[in-house]
């Protein structure tokens, strides 16, 4: 009966803080950036713990909508899906926003993807949403977090 009470304690607690984590990241700092013509509305990610939740668990997500992750300084960035539901497409993204790389990531997998040179931001989108608005490697994306260097 005890061990069947901890059972059902801890079921409780992990459910708990599913729900908090989902709530979390939800409520999250938006920014709005550009790319080409288009609109993102993106959650920023800029935390530890709000970058390691970033979207798992999540069951759906609207096409003008990502999670924009941001690093303290430039470095290789390395992400994978665990836990996440969501077929996703990760740009890592350089200071001035230009997209160094795109990587298309499958659900619920382990498998690394990194980006190909340090960046300080991966902006995770709707796998398929950049390939569709025909931008790639190269383009550069625009917004706050963004500076220009000239």
Same mark, same amino acid.
């Given at each position: 009966?005890? $061990?069947? *009470?901890?059972?059902?304690? +801890?079921?409780?607690? +992990?459910?708990?803080?599913l729900a908090n984590a989902q709530e979390a990241q939800t409520n999250l700092q938006r920014v709005e950036l550009?790319?080409?013509?288009? !609109?993102?509305?993106? $959650?920023?990610? &800029?935390?530890?713990?709000?970058?390691?939740?970033?979207?798992? *668990?999540?069951?759906?997500?609207? &096409? +003008?909508?990502?999670?924009?992750?941001? *690093?303290? &300084?430039?470095?290789?960035?390395?992400?994978?899906?665990?836990?996440?539901?969501?077929p996703l497409t990760a740009a890592f993204v350089a200071d001035d926003g230009r997209i160094v790389n795109l +990587?298309?990531? &499958?659900?619920?997998?382990?498998? /690394?993807?990194? /980006?190909?040179?340090?960046?300080?931001?991966?902006?995770?989108?709707?796998?398929?949403?950049?390939?569709?608005?025909?931008?790639? $490697? =190269?383009? !550069?994306?625009? =917004?706050?977090?963004?500076?220009?260097? !000239?």
């Amino acid at each position: 009966m005890v $061990q069947r *009470f901890l059972v059902v304690l +801890a079921l409780g607690v +992990a459910l708990t803080g599913l729900a908090n984590a989902q709530e979390a990241q939800t409520n999250l700092q938006r920014v709005e950036l550009v790319a080409g013509m288009y !609109r993102i509305d993106a $959650q920023v990610a &800029q935390t530890p713990t709000q970058r390691q939740i970033g979207l798992m *668990f999540r069951k759906e997500m609207p &096409q +003008a909508e990502g999670m924009l992750f941001v *690093f303290e &300084q430039p470095s290789t960035q390395c992400f994978w899906m665990k836990n996440t539901l969501l077929p996703l497409t990760a740009a890592f993204v350089a200071d001035d926003g230009r997209i160094v790389n795109l +990587a298309d990531m &499958q659900p619920m997998t382990e498998a /690394s993807h990194c /980006s190909s040179e340090p960046v300080r931001y991966v902006l995770e989108m709707n796998q398929g949403w950049f390939s569709k608005k025909n931008i790639k $490697q =190269g383009a !550069r994306l625009a =917004g706050a977090p963004f500076t220009v260097s !000239r």
